[in-house]
């Protein structure tokens, strides 16, 4: 079986000159050890960057700017976390959000149209609808982009080719990971990061949807006059609940890429630090556990991990993860980060003759599983320390980036 998205007109990219980690690093100590009064000036500029990103956006799309006034108004129980959604849709296997849309500028000069979802800024997320995740203040340094501001438009330092086709061919009928051949259907040059620092120093989670080279791949549909796009969400488990709502938006490293339908990014892959997941650590990555093996036979509702989304032309692989963004706890101790550090999980070789493979729906479950033998590190990830935070399970030294939309209350499939 051959799953192929659509292609996308080609272009290339031009690469610019590489990034300064230097003053990103500069631009974040600043942040956490300046007085009083220059923290004042910096949060300032963030909110005016903030009000003038939005005021552009409004007075292209002829859409009010994000205000608790304007937002709409979902149902408690759909736990909507993203504030500035426009629609967001719990379809079983077909869930999608609609979000605003921004215009910036290419290092081209040519128009880009992108995303925001989260930001390492309380007050900014409060202002603009969007998760907090502290933890991204850490992405300042090689694996972001600064950024400019002027008048409202952000320009970016690096772009992404949205042209190359998106190609995913199962192993085998047994065994369809690892995949027989896998290319993403989007990669970004060298510049390209969707760790965004603004001038002020916030850390702004970003991704293009649309340039002049086509569309990203979890694009259902986009209106460029009314700036709005929707976009595919991912199932996922957490806490024992189904329903874990996420984007991918981008990757570090092409295999993931490729099965996730999101942009290969290699500046990511930059971003520290992998295995380290408390709060305490220096870190901008939260681990979580996708699973590589497990039941693919979507009948039993048990269906889950890598083999069974390949084998299942590209469905939810269902992962595993920890926590819930908690938008209204400003504390930097705030866990949540949209970039996710994987630690790949597999049943054992006993566990799968024995029948016992099932979804996986909680880090408490799968740290029982683990120590009952039945789970381990998946044989892809590399000889690293086990991380505590994710079952001893070791790192898979990947980085997905998925912003956190919804975990709404529904009975499980």
């Known amino acids: 079986m051959n799953i192929v998205s659509r292609r996308n007109t080609s272009r290339r990219i031009a690469t610019n000159r590489a990034l300064s980690a230097t003053v990103a690093c500069a631009l974040a100590a600043a ?8 923290q004042t000036a910096t949060m300032q500029t963030a909110m005016q960057d903030a009000d003038a990103l939005g005021t552009v956006a409004a007075r292209e799309s002829g859409r009010p700017a994000y205000s608790p006034a304007t937002a709409v108004k979902f149902k408690a129980s759909d736990n909507v976390f993203v504030k500035s959604a426009l629609e967001v849709n719990f379809t079983y296997r077909a869930a999608f959000v609609t979000l605003p849309l921004f215009r910036g500028l290419s290092p081209q000069n040519e128009a880009v149209y992108y995303i925001i979802t989260d930001t390492s800024d309380f007050d900014v997320a409060r202002r603009m609808g969007l998760n907090y995740a502290p933890k991204m203040r850490y992405a300042a340094g090689d694996g972001a982009q600064l950024v400019a501001i002027n008048d409202g438009v952000m320009r970016f330092r690096g772009n992404v080719d949205f042209a190359p086709e998106h190609v995913v061919i199962p192993g085998s009928t047994m065994m369809p990971f690892p995949p027989r051949m896998a290319k993403a259907g989007a990669v970004s040059d060298a510049e390209w990061s969707s760790m965004v620092v603004l001038p002020s120093g916030v850390v702004l989670n970003v991704q293009i949807m649309h340039n002049a080279s086509g569309t990203h791949d979890r694009v259902k549909s986009i209106d460029l006059q009314k700036r709005t796009v929707t976009l595919s969400l991912l199932d996922g488990f957490q806490g024992g609940k189904q329903y874990y709502y996420h984007l991918v938006t981008d990757v570090s490293e092409a295999l993931p890429a490729a099965l996730e339908n999101g942009v290969h990014t290699p500046r990511l892959a930059k971003v520290p630090g992998y295995g380290q997941s408390r709060p305490a650590d220096h870190s901008a990555l939260l681990g979580f556990s996708p699973v590589l093996n497990g039941i693919t036979d979507t009948k039993t509702h048990q269906d889950q991990g ?13 992962n595993v993860f920890p926590i819930d963004p908690d938008n209204d706890n400003r504390s930097l101790s705030n866990n949540y980060s949209p970039l996710w550090d994987a630690h790949v999980s597999m049943w054992t070789p006993q566990a799968m003759k024995a029948g016992k493979a099932r979804r996986i729906t909680s880090f408490d479950d799968l740290e029982s599983l683990v120590k009952a033998g039945m789970v381990t590190s998946a044989m892809i990830n ?32």
């Open 306 to 318: 890598f083999a069974a989304s390949i084998a299942n032309a590209g469905i939810d692989p269902i």
């Open 31 to 38: 942040s956490s050890a300046a007085p009083a009064s220059a």
């Open 382 to 413: 590399p000889p690293a320390p086990g991380n505590t935070y994710v079952a001893g399970l070791r790192p898979t030294r990947a980085i997905i980036n998925c912003p956190v939309i919804a975990q709404p209350n529904l009975a499980p499939q």
